[in-house]
T-cell receptor, first 114, second 117 residues
Framework: EAGVTQSPTHLIKTRGQQVTLRCSPI?????VYWYQQALGLGLQFLLW???????NRGNFPPRFSGRQFPNYSSELNVNALELEDSALYLC???FGQGAFYEQYFGPGTRLTVT | AQKVTQAQTEISVVEKEDVTLDCVYE???????LFWYKQPPSGELVFLIR??????QNEISGRYSWNFQKSTSSFNFTITASQVVDSAVYFC??????????????FGKGTKLSVIP
């Protein structure tokens, strides 16, 4: 069974540009979570989608947004990129809604903003 | 607010030594879940274990074992007879089951383990 997949693997953007990251969950998983792993800041929760709706967001500005499609895949959009957005963006999926379900992570997208 | 503390930033051990990674958590929920993940140099987080707040039994899986103590709010991870392949960053995480129904993981800062041959 395929795991969580993310694309692209690496991305280099210029400050002020916009970027879209993509995530495909494990088949049968309906919840998708996005996390940011920036140097020195650890892993921070960004967004949570379940059944096509945004269920919760972390302490990030509105220029971080996303959506979940009917097939449960998800996009993370970041507008007006800033240098501090440089990070590894990890997507995770879980079978259902609830703390009980472990989250399985993809390989991440490494974003560099210059 | 929930919080996870991994006080050990980096640990180095010689192969075959035992090593314990510490994790201390804070939560106001009575129902919560604790997790350990491994992040090898490739970057992908690998799920290792989940433990709920009502199950304080220790768990052993091969060379890995976990000690959960609610009295000290700790969920420590021990690797017995460490191997070079164990070199990675290990994260402890917490998810609360109650409240507003937000189930995201709160991670500790991670402990970088280096196993020297």
């Amino acid at each position: 069974e395929a795991g969580v997949t993310q694309s692209p693997t690496h991305l280099i953007k210029t400050r002020g540009q916009q970027v879209t990251l993509r995530c495909s969950p494990i088949s049968g998983h309906t919840s998708v979570y996005w996390y940011q792993q920036a140097l020195g800041l650890g892993l921070q929760f960004l967004l949570w989608y379940d059944e096509g709706e945004e269920r919760n967001r972390g302490n990030f500005p509105p220029r971080f947004s996303g959506r979940q499609f009917p097939n449960y895949s998800s996009e993370l959009n970041v507008n007006a990129l800033e240098l501090e957005d440089s990070a590894l963006y990890l997507c995770a999926s879980s079978f259902g809604q609830g703390a009980f379900y472990e989250q399985y992570f993809g390989p991440g997208t490494r974003l560099t903003v210059t | 607010a929930q919080k996870v503390t991994q006080a050990q930033t980096e640990i180095s051990v010689v192969e075959k030594e035992d090593v314990t990674l510490d994790c201390v958590y804070e939560t106001r929920d009575t129902t919560y879940y604790l997790f350990w993940y491994k992040q090898p140099p490739s970057g992908e987080l690998v799920f290792l274990i989940r433990r709920n707040s009502f199950d304080e039994q220790n768990e052993i899986s091969g060379r890995y074992s976990w000690n959960f103590q609610k009295s000290t709010s700790s969920f420590n991870f021990t690797i017995t007879a460490s191997q070079v392949v164990d070199s990675a960053v290990y994260f402890c995480a917490l998810s609360e089951a109650g409240g507003a129904g937000s189930y995201q993981l709160t991670f500790g800062k991670g402990t970088k383990l280096s196993v020297i041959p």
